[in-house]
Protein backbone atom coordinates (compact mmCIF):
# COMPACT_ATOMS: atom_id res chain seq x y z
CA UNK A 1 0.00 0.00 0.00
CA UNK A 2 1.50 3.57 -0.51
CA UNK A 3 1.27 5.28 2.63
CA UNK A 4 -1.34 7.83 3.21
CA UNK A 5 -3.09 7.21 0.64
CA UNK A 6 -7.00 7.61 2.33
CA UNK A 7 -9.28 4.17 2.21
CA UNK A 8 -12.54 3.59 3.28
CA UNK A 9 -15.76 1.88 2.49
CA UNK A 10 -18.71 3.64 2.77
CA UNK A 11 -22.27 1.00 2.24
CA UNK A 12 -25.22 2.88 1.78
CA UNK A 13 -28.99 1.28 2.52
CA UNK A 14 -27.23 -1.49 -0.42
CA UNK A 15 -29.53 -4.40 -1.07
CA UNK A 16 -27.93 -7.69 -3.05
CA UNK A 17 -30.44 -9.53 -5.46
CA UNK A 18 -29.23 -12.44 -7.24
CA UNK A 19 -31.25 -14.80 -9.92
CA UNK A 20 -35.03 -14.01 -8.48
CA UNK A 21 -34.33 -13.17 -4.67
CA UNK A 22 -32.96 -10.89 -2.81
CA UNK A 23 -30.21 -11.54 -0.53
CA UNK A 24 -30.52 -8.62 2.25
CA UNK A 25 -31.10 -5.29 2.25
CA UNK A 26 -30.79 -1.85 4.15
CA UNK A 27 -27.26 -2.51 4.56
CA UNK A 28 -25.42 0.49 5.96
CA UNK A 29 -21.67 0.40 6.89
CA UNK A 30 -18.78 2.53 7.49
CA UNK A 31 -15.45 1.06 7.08
CA UNK A 32 -12.42 3.37 8.23
CA UNK A 33 -8.40 3.35 7.46
CA UNK A 34 -7.32 0.75 10.01
CA UNK A 35 -10.36 -0.77 10.33
CA UNK A 36 -11.35 -5.30 9.92
CA UNK A 37 -14.45 -6.19 9.57
CA UNK A 38 -15.32 -10.12 9.55
CA UNK A 39 -18.69 -10.85 6.75
CA UNK A 40 -20.41 -13.55 8.93
CA UNK A 41 -23.39 -15.82 7.72
CA UNK A 42 -24.46 -19.44 6.47
CA UNK A 43 -23.54 -20.81 2.96
CA UNK A 44 -25.64 -18.93 0.48
CA UNK A 45 -26.74 -15.85 2.21
CA UNK A 46 -24.41 -13.35 0.26
CA UNK A 47 -21.00 -12.98 1.82
CA UNK A 48 -19.41 -13.39 -1.87
CA UNK A 49 -21.94 -11.44 -3.61
CA UNK A 50 -21.38 -8.42 -1.04
CA UNK A 51 -17.39 -8.92 -1.04
CA UNK A 52 -17.66 -8.64 -5.45
CA UNK A 53 -20.59 -5.52 -5.36
CA UNK A 54 -17.99 -3.57 -2.85
CA UNK A 55 -15.27 -4.94 -5.51
CA UNK A 56 -17.08 -3.05 -7.78
CA UNK A 57 -17.94 -6.55 -9.96
CA UNK A 58 -21.47 -7.24 -9.01
CA UNK A 59 -24.11 -4.21 -9.36
CA UNK A 60 -26.12 -3.28 -6.23
CA UNK A 61 -30.23 -4.18 -6.71
CA UNK A 62 -30.77 -0.85 -4.53
CA UNK A 63 -27.86 1.52 -2.57
CA UNK A 64 -24.73 2.25 -3.12
CA UNK A 65 -21.22 0.60 -2.04
CA UNK A 66 -18.23 3.20 -2.53
CA UNK A 67 -14.56 2.68 -2.30
CA UNK A 68 -12.52 5.22 -1.44
CA UNK A 69 -8.43 3.94 -2.23
CA UNK A 70 -7.53 0.90 -4.24
CA UNK A 71 -9.28 -2.49 -3.63
CA UNK A 72 -7.80 -5.91 -4.20
CA UNK A 73 -9.94 -9.24 -4.17
CA UNK A 74 -8.61 -11.94 -3.04
CA UNK A 75 -11.28 -15.19 -3.57
CA UNK A 76 -11.22 -18.69 -4.39
CA UNK A 77 -9.76 -18.04 -8.64
CA UNK A 78 -6.14 -17.32 -7.58
CA UNK A 79 -6.28 -15.70 -11.69
CA UNK A 80 -2.71 -16.66 -12.25
CA UNK A 81 -2.01 -18.09 -15.94
CA UNK A 82 -2.65 -21.95 -15.30
CA UNK A 83 -0.01 -22.55 -18.03
CA UNK A 84 2.82 -19.88 -17.38
CA UNK A 85 5.40 -20.67 -14.33
CA UNK A 86 4.56 -19.44 -11.06
CA UNK A 87 7.08 -16.26 -11.64
CA UNK A 88 6.13 -15.57 -14.49
CA UNK A 89 2.65 -15.42 -14.32
CA UNK A 90 2.93 -13.24 -10.95
CA UNK A 91 5.51 -10.63 -13.19
CA UNK A 92 2.83 -10.59 -15.68
CA UNK A 93 0.22 -8.90 -12.72
CA UNK A 94 3.31 -7.16 -11.10
CA UNK A 95 3.35 -5.01 -14.43
CA UNK A 96 -0.28 -4.46 -14.61
CA UNK A 97 -0.54 -3.63 -11.09
CA UNK A 98 1.98 -1.40 -10.04
CA UNK A 99 3.79 -0.65 -13.30
CA UNK A 100 6.96 -1.69 -15.01
CA UNK A 101 9.59 -3.73 -14.74
CA UNK A 102 7.08 -6.43 -13.08
CA UNK A 103 9.40 -8.02 -10.21
CA UNK A 104 7.20 -9.56 -7.87
CA UNK A 105 9.07 -8.15 -4.60
CA UNK A 106 11.19 -10.85 -3.58
CA UNK A 107 10.57 -10.78 0.62
CA UNK A 108 7.22 -11.26 -0.06
CA UNK A 109 7.76 -13.89 -2.16
CA UNK A 110 10.12 -15.53 0.88
CA UNK A 111 7.60 -15.02 3.56
CA UNK A 112 4.95 -16.71 1.48
CA UNK A 113 6.69 -19.75 1.09
CA UNK A 114 6.94 -19.76 -2.54
CA UNK A 115 10.53 -18.54 -3.79
CA UNK A 116 11.68 -22.09 -4.16
CA UNK A 117 8.36 -22.47 -6.69
CA UNK A 118 9.06 -19.92 -9.38
CA UNK A 119 9.66 -22.79 -12.44
CA UNK A 120 6.94 -24.05 -11.36
CA UNK A 121 4.07 -23.93 -14.15
CA UNK A 122 0.74 -22.79 -11.38
CA UNK A 123 -1.37 -25.51 -12.73
CA UNK A 124 0.87 -27.65 -10.59
CA UNK A 125 0.71 -26.00 -7.75
CA UNK A 126 -1.08 -27.02 -4.28
CA UNK A 127 -4.68 -25.81 -3.41
CA UNK A 128 -2.81 -23.96 -0.45
CA UNK A 129 0.52 -22.90 -2.77
CA UNK A 130 -2.47 -21.61 -5.48
CA UNK A 131 -3.86 -19.14 -2.26
CA UNK A 132 -0.38 -18.38 -1.25
CA UNK A 133 0.25 -17.51 -5.13
CA UNK A 134 -2.89 -15.49 -5.20
CA UNK A 135 -1.88 -13.65 -2.05
CA UNK A 136 1.67 -12.82 -3.68
CA UNK A 137 -0.53 -11.10 -6.39
CA UNK A 138 -2.13 -9.23 -3.78
CA UNK A 139 0.30 -7.52 -1.58
CA UNK A 140 1.68 -6.96 -5.12
CA UNK A 141 -1.17 -4.89 -5.89
CA UNK A 142 -0.70 -2.31 -2.80
CA UNK A 143 -3.80 -1.78 -2.66
CA UNK A 144 -5.38 -0.21 0.84
CA UNK A 145 -8.47 -2.16 0.77
CA UNK A 146 -8.28 -5.74 0.96
CA UNK A 147 -11.55 -7.62 -0.13
CA UNK A 148 -10.96 -11.51 1.19
CA UNK A 149 -13.38 -13.89 0.45
CA UNK A 150 -12.39 -16.97 2.47
CA UNK A 151 -8.50 -16.33 2.56
CA UNK A 152 -8.17 -19.56 4.64
CA UNK A 153 -9.52 -22.28 2.95
CA UNK A 154 -6.84 -24.69 2.00
CA UNK A 155 -4.35 -23.60 3.87
CA UNK A 156 -2.31 -25.59 6.73
CA UNK A 157 -1.59 -24.02 10.26
CA UNK A 158 1.23 -21.94 9.69
CA UNK A 159 -0.28 -20.80 6.49
CA UNK A 160 -3.41 -19.57 8.07
CA UNK A 161 -0.97 -17.62 10.71
CA UNK A 162 1.06 -15.99 8.07
CA UNK A 163 -2.54 -14.89 6.58
CA UNK A 164 -3.86 -13.28 9.90
CA UNK A 165 -0.38 -11.30 10.11
CA UNK A 166 0.02 -9.84 7.14
CA UNK A 167 -3.82 -8.82 7.43
CA UNK A 168 -2.93 -7.11 10.75
CA UNK A 169 0.26 -5.71 9.68
CA UNK A 170 -2.09 -4.44 6.80
CA UNK A 171 -4.81 -2.77 8.77
CA UNK A 172 -1.48 -1.47 11.33
CA UNK A 173 -0.36 0.09 8.27
CA UNK A 174 -3.61 2.05 7.44
CA UNK A 175 -5.58 -0.32 5.27
CA UNK A 176 -8.76 -1.88 5.63
CA UNK A 177 -9.70 -5.67 5.61
CA UNK A 178 -12.94 -6.91 4.34
CA UNK A 179 -12.90 -10.52 5.01
CA UNK A 180 -15.59 -13.31 4.44
CA UNK A 181 -14.52 -16.50 6.76
CA UNK A 182 -16.30 -19.19 8.04
CA UNK A 183 -13.64 -19.77 10.10
CA UNK A 184 -11.99 -17.71 13.24
CA UNK A 185 -9.94 -15.38 11.73
CA UNK A 186 -7.83 -13.98 14.58
CA UNK A 187 -7.64 -10.11 14.09
CA UNK A 188 -7.31 -7.42 16.53
CA UNK A 189 -10.43 -5.24 17.30
CA UNK A 190 -12.23 -7.09 14.06
CA UNK A 191 -16.01 -6.05 13.85
CA UNK A 192 -18.40 -8.92 12.59
CA UNK A 193 -21.04 -8.22 10.53
CA UNK A 194 -23.70 -10.32 10.29
CA UNK A 195 -25.36 -10.71 7.38
CA UNK A 196 -28.44 -12.73 8.59
CA UNK A 197 -29.94 -9.29 10.55
CA UNK A 198 -30.37 -7.59 6.91
CA UNK A 199 -31.80 -10.92 4.83
CA UNK A 200 -34.45 -9.84 2.88
N1 LIG B 1 -24.84 -14.78 -10.71
C1 LIG B 1 -25.75 -15.36 -9.95
N2 LIG B 1 -27.00 -15.62 -10.42
C2 LIG B 1 -27.92 -16.20 -9.64
N3 LIG B 1 -27.72 -16.56 -8.39
C3 LIG B 1 -26.49 -16.35 -7.88
C4 LIG B 1 -25.45 -15.74 -8.63
N4 LIG B 1 -24.35 -15.64 -7.84
C5 LIG B 1 -24.70 -16.17 -6.66
N5 LIG B 1 -25.98 -16.58 -6.68
C6 LIG B 1 -26.73 -17.15 -5.55
O1 LIG B 1 -26.72 -16.17 -4.52
C7 LIG B 1 -26.67 -16.80 -3.26
C8 LIG B 1 -25.54 -16.19 -2.47
O2 LIG B 1 -24.30 -16.62 -2.98
P1 LIG B 1 -22.92 -16.16 -2.30
O3 LIG B 1 -21.84 -16.89 -3.03
O4 LIG B 1 -22.88 -14.69 -2.24
O5 LIG B 1 -23.11 -16.74 -0.83
P2 LIG B 1 -22.06 -16.92 0.36
O6 LIG B 1 -22.71 -16.37 1.60
O7 LIG B 1 -20.75 -16.37 -0.01
O8 LIG B 1 -22.00 -18.50 0.45
P3 LIG B 1 -20.84 -19.51 0.95
O9 LIG B 1 -20.77 -19.40 2.44
O10 LIG B 1 -21.35 -20.85 0.52
O11 LIG B 1 -19.57 -19.13 0.25
C9 LIG B 1 -26.54 -18.29 -3.51
O12 LIG B 1 -27.81 -18.87 -3.36
C10 LIG B 1 -26.07 -18.37 -4.94
O13 LIG B 1 -26.53 -19.54 -5.57
Not at 31 to 54: C, H, M, P, T, Y
Not at 98 to 109: F, Q
Request: proline fraction near 4%.
Amino acid sequence: MQEADPVRIIVTDLACRRGDRVLFAGLSLDVAAGEAVQVVGENGIGKSSLLRIVAGLAPAFAGSAKVIGVAGLLDERCALDPALALGRALEFWSGIDSGPPGKPERSHLERLGLAGLLDVPVRYLSTGQKKRAALARLLGQRAGVWLLDEPLNGLDGHAVELVEALAGEHCAAGGIAFIASHQPFRLEAMRSLRLAEFSA
